[in-house]
Nanobody, 121 residues
Framework: QVQLVESGGGLVQPGGSLRLSCAASRSIFSINVMGWYRQAPGKQRELVATITSDGRTDYADSVKGRFTFSRDNAKNTVYLQMNSLKPEDTAVYYC???????????????WGQGTQVTVSS
C-alpha cells in the first residue's frame, strides 16, 4: 500500500516554471516505476513522464526538453520540474506509483489526489 500526496501546483504565466512534488507514505526505493500524468478538462488522462527504480526517465514528446523528472529516495519523494510552461500544459497533474508482484504481474497502480496547474497570462 502506498499513499501519494502531490503539491506545488498553482497559477503561472506562460514561460514560467513550477516544481511539483509527490511524497510517498513509504520507501520508494522498491517501487518499480513512478510517473506523472495529467488530465485537462474534456480530455483523457495522459502520461507526462516516468522514472524507474534505477533512475531511467522517459518523457512525452510534448514536454521533452522542458520537464525534468527526478527522485529522492531518502525523502521518499519525486519531483517534476516544469520550465517554459505553455497554456496547453494546463491540467490536473497526478502522481502514480506502479508496483509489480506475483499477485499483480501486470502491475498495480497507486494514485495521488492531483494538483492543479494553470498556465495563463
Amino acid at each position: 500500500q502506498v499513499q501519494l500526496v502531490e503539491s506545488g501546483g498553482g497559477l503561472v504565466q506562460p514561460g514560467g516554471s513550477l516544481r511539483l512534488s509527490c511524497a510517498a507514505s513509504r520507501s520508494i526505493f522498491s517501487i518499480n516505476v513512478m510517473g506523472w500524468y495529467r488530465q485537462a478538462p474534456g480530455k483523457q488522462r495522459e502520461l507526462v513522464a516516468t522514472i524507474t527504480s534505477d533512475g531511467r526517465t522517459d518523457y512525452a514528446d510534448s514536454v521533452k526538453g522542458r520537464f525534468t523528472f527526478s527522485r529522492d529516495n531518502a525523502k521518499n519523494t519525486v519531483y517534476l520540474q516544469m520550465n517554459s510552461l505553455k497554456p496547453e500544459d494546463t491540467a490536473v497533474y497526478y502522481c502514480n506509483a506502479r508496483t509489480y508482484s506475483s499477485s499483480y504481474p501486470g502491475g498495480y497502480d497507486y494514485w495521488g489526489q492531483g494538483t492543479q496547474v494553470t498556465v495563463s497570462s
